[in-house]
Nanobody, 120 residues
Framework: QVQLVESGGGLVQAGGSLRLSCVASGSIFRVNSVGWYRQVPGQQREFVAA?????????ADSVRGRFTASRDNAENSVTVYLQMNGLKPEDTAVYYC????????????WGQGTQVTVSS
């Protein structure tokens, strides 16, 4: 199994910044890409950003140019960051760390989520 633990959420005013962190540990050989999704109550979870093993990131159109994803690879863990600048009230959501299981295409690993609230 792979454990994903997020941190760094909080309350910020519009235009402000936050940095989220996600530490992946356990059977990390089962993951390549690690990324972020977000969810607002009553809505579907949506993709935000993801970083591959080589450090290349891809982004949702709604955050491109404002958010930057990066990763640090260690022997027994991977840490993925999401630097969020120019935050907007519509960025308010619970942010979840995500890692598809390369051993099982039908399975993803998920973190517990961290709340980000942007006030106007």
């Amino acid at each position: 199994q792979v454990q994903l633990v997020e941190s760094g959420g909080g309350l910020v005013q519009a235009g402000g910044s936050l940095r989220l962190s996600c530490v992946a540990s356990g059977s990390i050989f089962r993951v390549n890409s690690v990324g972020w999704y977000r969810q607002v109550p009553g809505q579907q979870r949506e993709f935000v950003a993801a970083v591959g093993t080589g450090g290349r990131a891809n982004y949702a159109d709604s955050v491109r140019g404002r958010f930057t994803a990066s990763r640090d690879n260690a022997e027994n863990s991977v840490t993925v960051y999401l630097q969020m600048n120019g935050l907007k009230p519509e960025d308010t959501a619970v942010y979840y760390c995500n890692a598809p299981d390369v051993w099982n295409q039908a399975k993803d690993f998920w973190g517990q989520g961290t709340q980000v609230t942007v006030s106007s």
